[in-house]
């Protein structure tokens, strides 16, 4: 049956929905700077091309730079949604004072945000963004001319306008003046010394009882009716010029907004460019500053093989053997194997929701999965007691792929290496419905066929450019091959006495490239009769081996154990129990499938031994077995995770104490370095003075007259001189 668009956007709108995938954009939406930031955070676009993806994570890492260099971050001061305003303008409507300040602060913002970026360096991605902003200067500027901070139309606007609002000025003064004196002359009349205005005109409060003593108009009165307002006959003439200047005067703003109105509109597509600039720029920083506080890391993403043939396999076949497609990929038939050594990597991988409510909400400790999986699983079962963390698991796989997708970084330790998967389809919680008299089993079944449906779908163009349609030599020449794109048709053909161990053939059967889905199944096979429940699930899961990149499955069903040991495909895992506390620890084990801990927990819990015993007897001997083999594994994992702790920690004290041997031999050596020096500067010190002192002597020997005793003292000088200069040679004896 043909999938159809209903169904391919029901069923991923259900993964969201099940991976609480708007949840997190309602996190997301909290480091936005604008509001056009907050509405695109909160409905985050989900690429449909890696290429897509490519950029988006480009831009996120890029403003990461910024968002941690100091005083590099971005700026979105004054930006704000201007859409509305836009497109009213354009369809020749009125926009009002504020609304023309606020296209004004656009403007500006965008400019001091191209600045910014304009200025950063290693920020090509950013910088091509930037370059897009148009702001219009001279129409900020005269925004700016004609609008003041009130957002009304300054006098300084027109000519025309500064002259009526001059003439209104006087105008007032005249009515003012007027009034004042009504005021002070019939000052027991009046409710209060004010003057005010009703209908635009200007008006005195009255006591109603002394209303004929102020002859004139009402125009109004209060809720009790004690005061009247009155328009006095001797200002009628007055008012009614005044509301003339006020129609010039709006008339004349009207033109004026329309005017700078017209100018918005005229250049409507370069600011409705720059608003989705800017808005990408904002999502960039957002996801940037969410990675930041979630201590996040940017992914990569890597291309997992299709086939993997060991290469002593293919070096041993003979030519009766192997028979090429073609002579010209036969003799490179090494080099048409894809590289399987990249494996999903996703250590200390954690929920970034539980995160947040960890620090907010004041939620439980977050304890971190590591998921590293071997390029040639295509299905991991992971088994093991209930609430032990078993769907947190699909859960934070599923959002930390859905994240990479956006161009989001992922709360792991670096690397984050996964693939790019073009469908992420989830089956997670219980799909009853009263409604629909759908049971737990068949609500599973509903939705398990709406993905099978999109991974059908998604398999039928391979297929048929996978088919066995002949190739000329001139074609296939013409065709051009990446990692991902290797088809097994292009790979030497077996003939059937060829014999290869499956487990040497982790990729079984394959006929047409992977489809690049992930799925994710939580209690597969759940809610029917165990036995035809977990034939079925070992069903679907050999079927989701062949037609999903990657598959992840919970489980209670110990059958699905064994698939590990009967298809090099399939991995298991387990949640981990801690038998003295009788809780589960939330840390995923793997190759380790888990273990039945029901019975245990019974019977130290006091249930009765004799129950426990009859109980352990219908499960049979070989389950017991199976279970002291897991707890003895289990057992050996955390003998060896101590023992690398351990490791670790002496590793640690060796590199600490190294490096402080080091720096002590560093400074002796600089010790040494500066005795020797200051030595040199002493001896060179010694030297001047002693030649200086023997100039002195020979000086006076041959000023005088030379007797012996005069050439004795000489000698006994320069001997005090050797002794004082040079202490380790003797004085010669006399």
């Known amino acids: 049956m043909p999938i159809t668009n209903t169904t391919s956007t029901l069923i991923q709108a259900e993964t969201l929905e099940l991976l609480e995938w708007p949840r997190l954009c309602q996190h997301l939406a909290t480091f936005a700077a604008t509001k056009l930031g907050v509405a695109a955070a909160l409905d985050l676009e989900i690429p449909a091309t890696i290429a897509q993806t490519t950029e988006l994570l480009a831009q996120t890492q890029e403003a990461y730079q910024l968002e941690n260099r100091p005083g590099g971050a971005l700026s979105f001061e004054g930006i704000q949604n201007i859409g509305t305003f836009l497109q009213r303008a354009e369809l020749q409507g009125l926009l009002s004072g504020e609304e023309l300040l606020a296209i004004a602060t656009t403007l500006a913002g965008a400019r001091q945000l191209r600045r910014i970026i304009d200025s950063a360096p290693d920020v090509p991605t950013l910088k091509e963004l930037a370059s897009q902003l148009r702001t219009y200067p001279e129409i900020e500027q005269e925004i700016h001319r004609c609008i003041d901070d009130r957002a009304q139309v300054a006098d300084r606007a027109t000519p025309k306008l500064a002259g009526i609002r001059v003439q209104m000025r006087q105008l007032r003064d005249r009515i003012y003046q007027i009034l004042q004196g009504i005021l002070q002359r019939q000052s027991n009349a009046v409710q209060e010394q004010v003057i005010t205005q009703r209908s635009s005109r200007f008006v005195i409060p009255v006591k109603a009882p002394q209303k004929d003593a102020i002859p004139g108009i009402v125009h109004d009165s209060s809720a009790s009716g004690a005061t009247l307002y009155i328009e006095p006959h001797n200002t009628v003439n007055l008012n009614n010029q005044m509301r003339q200047l006020l129609r010039q005067e709006q008339a004349e703003e009207e033109a004026v907004r329309r005017a700078l109105t017209e100018q918005v509109a005229a250049v409507k597509p370069d600011l409705d460019r720059l608003l989705v600039v800017v808005t990408t720029l904002d999502v960039a920083a957002t996801k940037a500053r969410y990675g930041f506080w979630l201590q996040a890391n940017p992914p990569k993403f890597i291309e997992l093989g299709e086939l993997e043939l060991p290469a002593q396999n293919i070096e041993n076949l003979d030519e009766e053997t192997v028979e090429p497609v073609d002579q010209k990929t036969s003799k490179n038939s090494q080099s048409l194997i894809p590289n399987l050594r990249s494996q ?391």
């Open 344 to 734: 999903i990597t996703l250590r200390q991988l954690r929920h970034p929701l539980l995160v947040w409510q960890q620090q907010y909400e004041q939620g439980f400790t977050v304890v971190p999965v590591d998921l590293t999986i071997a390029p040639q699983i295509r299905v991991v079962a992971i088994t093991g007691p209930n609430t032990g963390g078993k769907t947190v698991t699909l859960k934070t796989l599923g959002l930390a792929a859905l994240m990479a997708k956006a161009g989001m970084f992922v709360a792991a330790r670096e690397p984050v290496e996964l693939p790019w998967f073009d469908n992420i389809l989830a089956d997670i919680g219980d799909e009853q419905s009263l409604q629909q008299s759908l049971s737990t089993f068949s609500g599973h079944i509903r939705r398990i066929s709406r993905i099978l449906e999109v991974l059908s779908n998604k398999s039928q163009p391979e297929k048929a450019e996978n088919s066995n349609i002949p190739i000329t030599s001139s074609q296939q020449d013409d065709l051009e091959f990446t990692e991902t794109d290797i088809a097994v048709s292009n790979l030497p053909i077996l003939k059937p006495k060829l014999q290869i161990p499956q487990s040497q053939i982790p990729i079984a059967n394959s006929q047409i490239p992977i489809p690049k889905s992930l799925v994710l199944l939580d209690e597969v096979g759940a809610g029917t009769d165990p036995s035809e429940g977990s034939a079925l699930a070992i069903a679907l899961l050999q079927y989701l081996a062949q037609h999903s990149l990657l598959t992840i499955a919970t489980t209670h069903f110990g059958e699905l154990k064994a698939l590990k040991y009967q298809d090099a495909r399939f991995e298991n895992a387990s949640v981990e129990f801690d038998d003295n506390s009788m809780q589960p620890t939330y840390r995923l084990l793997w190759g380790i499938p888990g273990r039945s801990n029901a019975l245990t927990i019974a019977k130290r819990l006091g249930l009765v031994a004799e129950i426990v015993d009859e109980a352990q007897t219908h499960v049979g001997g070989a389950s017991a077995d199976v279970n002291q083999v897991i707890a003895g594994l289990e057992a050996q994992r955390r003998r060896q995770e101590t023992k690398a702790r351990e490791a670790t920690q002496l590793l640690h004290q060796t590199e600490k104490l190294h490096k402080e041997v080091s720096q002590k031999a560093a400074a002796l050596q600089e010790r040494e370095r500066d005795l020797k020096v200051a030595q040199e500067v002493a001896v060179n010190e010694a030297i001047g003075t002693a030649k200086s002192e023997i100039a002195q002597i020979v000086r006076r020997l041959q000023s005088g007259d030379q007797t012996a005793q005069n050439a004795q003292q000489a000698t006994d000088t320069l001997n005090q001189i050797s002794e004082k200069h040079l202490p380790s040679r003797k004085a010669p004896a006399k």
